[in-house]
């Protein structure tokens, strides 16, 4: 918020007062400092009211209105956390403060409903059969499959329109023209949406030595069969962050062994373990590559992701992990796509 040191107050202040610079500020909160500027409480328009139909008057000072123990952020915070922390609590006002809880800003919802826009590419690998899928992708690809009201891949796009992303390269080969008619150059959706045209089936990373030009800047890949509610924003700025040439998102994947295991050394019985649950860490099929990466993709050849990365190891090149713990589903086989059309409503809507 541009003005929010017109939404500062003094704790003396008459509930009358609080309420006028409440509503000449446009922030619903009003928050009160001492003499230094340090966070005393905040004043909803609100907690006045509710003040008012207990019995206080207007004229009362707001130090018995105002709620001491107000929710902050820091200086430090990223908007991530500062979005993160106002669906955690249902505030949409937040004071910000330093190390000395001196006010130094005020966060409003507003300010991070239009996301900034970013010029990283976001290339989209849709080229795939998705056989698995059996007869549903008979007739139409995989990333054009319905999933709620729209195609997979719509979503997967809009997800990353609404981050700012505005740059989409889509890799497609199997029932191509279809995604190029129903996207063509991105422009109902409000991005730029350009092809990658596979002859051949060319891998999860292939299709990478076919753009028609090098990126800028550090630039997504992904699949074009998961839904996510990642922060992709975040995943980029903490890449460059890091100083690493690749950046692999990963989640925690468990697997129930449905058996009893049994450790047997030299013929006999050690222990046995019921049922055991393993876990993994794995790959979640996004990634951001920085640009030489690039020289790393053989031309015209089919080359997959992990072979990507084991040669950027090889090469002496750092790549880092982005942890997923939020909404995150591969679709890729049929229980998959049922469970994404009954989750996508309270999800995506």
């Known amino acids: 918020m541009k003005s929010w040191q ?3 107050i ?15 500020a446009g922030s619903q909160l009003a928050v009160v400092v001492d003499e230094h500027r340090r966070l005393l409480g905040t004043v909803s328009d609100g907690d006045a009211r509710r003040a008012l139909l207990s019995g206080l008057g207007m004229d009362d000072r707001v130090c018995r209105v105002m709620h001491a123990g107000a929710t902050v952020v820091t200086s430090s915070s990223t908007p991530h956390e500062i979005q993160a922390t106002m669906r955690r609590t249902g505030r949409h006002q937040l004071p910000i403060v330093d190390a000395d809880g001196i006010v130094i800003g005020l966060a409003l ?10 010029d990283n590419w976001v290339v989209i690998m849709a080229g795939g059969l998705g056989s698995r899928l059996q007869e549903l992708t008979r007739d139409t690809p995989k990333p054009m499959l319905k999933v709620g009201s729209r195609p997979l891949l719509e979503t997967i796009i809009r997800s990353y329109a609404e981050q700012g992303f505005h740059r989409f390269y889509l890799a497609v080969n199997y029932k191509a023209e279809q995604i190029e008619q129903h996207f063509g150059d991105g422009s109902a959706l409000g991005v730029d949406i350009r092809y990658v045209r596979e002859e051949k089936r060319m891998g999860t990373a292939g299709a990478l030595s076919l753009l028609p030009e090098r990126p800028a800047s550090p630039f997504i890949v992904t699949n074009a069969d998961l839904l996510t509610k ?5 995943l980029i700025d903490q890449h460059a962050e890091a100083g690493v040439h690749t950046t692999m998102a990963v989640r925690q994947y468990e697997m129930q062994v449905p058996f009893g295991v049994v450790n047997v050394r030299e013929g006999h019985i050690h222990s046995i373990e ?5 876990r993994f860490v794995v790959s979640a099929g996004i990634y951001v590559l ?14 997959d992701m992990p072979a990507l990365f084991d040669l950027v190891l090889r090469s002496g090149m750092k790549a ?10 591969d679709i890729g086989r049929l229980p998959d796509f049922e469970r994404a059309n009954s989750e996508f409503h309270n999800i995506f809507n």
């Open 320 to 329: 880092r992990a982005h942890q997923i713990d939020g909404y995150w589903l």
């Open 290 to 303: 920085s640009p030489e990466v690039l020289d790393l993709v053989p031309t015209g050849s089919f080359f």
């Open 109 to 118: 919802i507003s300010d991070y409903l239009t996301a900034a826009r970013r």
């Open 6 to 8: 017109s939404a500062l």
């Open 10 to 24: 003094g704790p003396d202040v008459s509930l009358r007062e609080a309420l006028e610079i409440i509503d000449s």
């Open 230 to 234: 990642e922060n992709f924003g975040l």
């Open 274 to 278: 019921e049922k055991p649950v393993q």
